[in-house]
């Protein structure tokens, strides 16, 4: 028998070991969306899905960034990504909406206001 099966055998305790993480590693904290952002982003978000525009979303929260990425279908690549970049805070604003290509729609310090661009209006079509 191995020692294992002897310890079970005689209802000896197993040995617990911690797996806690180096104390060198340091913490890394990640950024995210707080939650009125989040309020208005799905704002718009809702709207557009309502409007049978947008089907799906994702959300990934990085060390450097906070992304949401808007799909069409969920199978292709993100028509639009609202990004919070806490390090372009001082300069162009923390906030972008970026467009599949990687084009820049807009920027800004207020959120709402770099929403905009994302925020159509919907427009009565007379025929």
Same mark, same amino acid.
């Given at each position: 028998?191995?020692?294992?099966?002897?310890?079970?055998?005689?209802?000896?305790?197993?040995?617990?070991?911690?797996?806690?993480?180096?104390?060198?590693?340091?913490?890394?904290?990640?950024?995210?969306?707080?939650? #009125?952002?989040?309020?208005?982003? #799905?704002?718009?978000?809702?709207?557009?899905?309502?409007?049978?525009?947008?089907?799906?979303?994702?959300?990934? %929260?990085?060390?450097?960034?906070?992304?949401?990425?808007?799909?069409?279908?969920?199978?292709?690549?993100? #028509?639009?990504?609202?990004?919070?970049?806490?390090? #372009?805070?001082?300069?162009?604003?923390?906030?972008?909406?970026?467009?599949?290509?990687?084009?820049?729609?807009?920027?800004? %310090?207020?959120?709402?206001?770099?929403?905009?661009?994302?925020?159509?209006?919907?427009?009565?079509?007379?025929?």
């Amino acid at each position: 028998m191995s020692e294992g099966e002897d310890k079970a055998a005689s209802g000896g305790s197993a040995t617990l070991l911690a797996l806690n993480p180096p104390e060198t590693a340091k913490s890394v904290p990640l950024i995210a969306f707080n939650r #009125l952002e989040l309020n208005e982003i #799905l704002r718009v978000y809702g709207r557009m899905v309502a409007a049978g525009e947008w089907r799906d979303y994702a959300i990934d %929260h990085l060390r450097d960034k906070a992304v949401f990425s808007i799909f069409r279908r969920s199978s292709e690549m993100p #028509l639009y990504r609202v990004i919070k970049d806490p390090e #372009l805070r001082n300069r162009q604003g923390a906030y972008a909406v970026v467009a599949t290509g990687g084009y820049v729609m807009k920027r800004g %310090h207020d959120l709402r206001q770099v929403l905009t661009v994302l925020d159509s209006k919907l427009k009565l079509v007379r025929g």
